[in-house]
């Protein structure tokens, strides 16, 4: 297969780090952007376009699209109008109606349409996810989860101000809440309703929030307390889930996972093995939709389901705007 990966930004450079770990050698890039492009092809030895057409004449298979999140849904839907396989990253649109354009587009197509879904590919999320498959903890009752990051870290090696994270459109780091609801939703099923806070707490110049609070609760009755900001300077991503019948707690910085079972009174602890970093869950993500497109898996995450991800956050955004609880 021939791969064209779409946006040689951070997001564009891994993506092609995934395929050459995975012995991809067909790999090619389209950046606007020159000095993306020689970068890419320094490093990656992968020959680059700096336009679409020419792109697309050299007749990719498969089309990676890791543009900033404004730019998600054009290229999905010209990928399907050419007739290529595409893995987006999400968020894939910015609203139900835009995703519903897609859904529309991809039910006329023989072509896998992926949204990415990379979270679910984290040690720490699989661990808690069979976990819970396994009844460890019981009914789960409500889970605490906090993800945080400094915003100027993010591209040490540019102004914050120059790249998508200062803008409206997913800025602030809001993106990043559409990727953890991802495996949330699927460990929690449907959404009966939001309260949303988002607030500009700190000094950065930007036009989007840079702190973010939702309380879901679920149909189940669960309750999930999530916070997203961009102002810590200590980098975390960190839970706390509690069920009828323990609790499993999470440190995604310090790669450990730890349950308590009532019935036993006591903790087990989980390391990671030394080494392991987030990167290997982008490897795994790109080897499970390689699969899928040969039709060895079904894809995990279909549009459909991200669907149910952008409704969270239209009515999160519906709740922040209008100060109240929102039910689904």
């Known amino acids: 297969m021939r791969f064209l990966v779409i946006g040689l930004g951070s997001m564009g450079k891994r993506r092609i780090r995934n395929l050459l770990q995975l012995r991809e050698k067909d790999v090619l890039g389209f950046d606007f952007r020159e000095d993306r492009r020689r970068e890419a092809e320094e490093k990656y030895g992968v020959q680059t376009f700096d336009t679409l057409g020419e792109a697309i004449r050299a007749d990719p298979d498969v089309w990676i699209i ?193 349950l308590y079972k009532a019935s036993g009174r006591r903790w087990t602890e989980y390391h990671e093995r030394d080494g392991y970093s987030m990167e290997e869950m982008y490897v795994e993500e790109m080897a499970y939709f390689i699969k899928a497109i040969r039709g060895e898996e079904k894809y995990l995450h279909s549009l459909e389901e991200e669907r149910k991800v952008l409704r969270v956050w239209e009515t999160a955004e519906k709740s922040a705007m209008e100060r109240r609880w929102v039910e689904i």
């Not at 992926?114 to 976990?131: D, E, R, Y």
């Not at 819970?132 to 100027?152: D, K």
């Not at 916070?227 to 706390?240: E, F, K, L, P, T």
């Open 66 to 258: 890791s543009v900033p999140p404004a730019f998600h849904l054009e290229y999905a839907l010209k990928a399907l109008e050419e007739d290529v396989h595409f893995f987006c990253e999400t968020p894939v649109a910015d609203s139900v109606m835009a995703i519903d354009r897609l859904i529309e587009a991809s039910c006329k197509s023989r072509r896998l349409a992926a949204p990415s879904c990379n979270m679910c590919f984290h040690s720490g999320v699989k661990h808690i996810s069979k976990m819970m498959n396994a009844g460890e903890i019981g009914q789960p009752l409500c889970m605490l989860y906090e993800v945080g990051h400094f915003l100027p870290d993010w591209h040490p090696y540019e102004d914050y101000r120059s790249y998508y994270v200062s803008g409206k459109t997913f800025g602030g780091g809001a993106d990043v809440i559409p990727m953890e609801l991802v495996w949330i939703l699927r460990l929690f099923g449907d959404v009966k309703g939001i309260c949303c806070r988002m607030q500009r707490l700190g000094q950065f110049e930007i036009e989007a929030p840079d702190s973010y609070q939702l309380t879901l609760e679920f149909e189940s009755g669960a309750i999930l307390e999530l916070h997203n900001d961009v102002i810590c300077r200590d980098s975390c991503r960190r839970c706390r889930l509690i069920g009828r019948e323990g609790t499993i707690i999470w440190d995604a910085v310090e790669n450990w996972v730890k």
